[in-house]
């Protein structure tokens, strides 16, 4: 339920385009990684997926079970919880190698939360958890890196500037882009498997923020897959 209500509520807070490169193909029972800057960057990767027909469950931390009516609908939608720092932390993968072998989607973000940093503006992907890689090597499965920029434009910075960018959101209407990559299979080794998909979504990053014209995706931060050997 989660995609059909972000791909409806969507235009109301912001602009969304959405563009993929040429061999991208959201093939079912694969793995979408994409980098998180904003609690509204879900909603916009959903609503950019959906638009591609493709409707994943999303690998999310526990606490948002507790949240009224979004738990309920985590829950409907089975969506897999992620318990951090929790010996049941392993258990996501299984259900996620589960969810796969269904042939559903699995959305991750490897980033783990939300950096802290002031601003809306854009900042490359940070350091990758070996989750999506060790996922890959156990089931086979292909990975398909997922770029956004702008979700930031709708909520970032401390609460109060969270709060107050969604309240203005409507009237802003930012703009907003998501890039879909094409699928690849990563090593079987975490540490190189799991460099391989960093570059390959900062890649996709990168051709999101510059269509957005933000200057961080000028900058060389991480390599592109075709440099990770």
């Known amino acids: 339920m989660l995609s059909p209500l972000s791909g409806a509520l969507l235009p109301a807070v912001g602009r969304l385009s ?3 490169d040429p061999a991208a193909v959201l093939a079912p029972g694969s793995i979408v990684v994409a980098n998180h800057t904003s609690l509204a960057d879900p909603a916009v990767v959903l609503a950019a997926l959906r638009r591609h027909g493709a409707q994943p469950v999303v690998m999310a931390a ?3 079970w507790r949240i009224p009516v979004l738990g309920n609908l985590l829950a409907r939608g089975g969506h897999i919880r992620v318990h951090r720092h929790d010996r049941r932390a392993a258990l996501a993968l299984d259900e996620a190698a589960a969810a796969l ?3 559903r989607l699995v959305l991750v973000y490897p980033e783990g939360g939300i950096a ?4 809306a503006g854009e900042e490359p992907p940070g350091a990758f958890r070996t989750g999506p890689a060790r996922l890959a090597a156990l089931t086979g ?3 398909v890196p997922v770029g956004q920029a702008g979700a930031r434009r709708i909520t970032s910075g401390s609460p ?3 709060l107050a960018g969604l309240a203005t959101a409507p009237l802003r209407r930012p ?3 998501v890039h879909i990559g094409a699928p690849f299979v990563p090593d079987g080794n975490p540490a190189r498997g799991t460099a391989q998909t960093r570059a390959a979504v900062t890649a996709a990053w990168r051709t999101a923020a510059a269509r957005l014209g933000e200057p961080a995706a000028l900058t060389a931060d991480a390599p592109t897959p075709a ?3």
């Open 175 to 177: 703009r907003l882009h």
């Open 116 to 119: 802290a940093r002031p601003g």
């Open 18 to 20: 959405v563009t993929a």
């Open 62 to 64: 526990a606490g948002l």
């Open 227 to 229: 440099e990770v050997r």
């Open 141 to 143: 499965a292909a990975v």
């Open 160 to 162: 109060a500037r969270q």
């Open 101 to 103: 072998e269904r042939g």
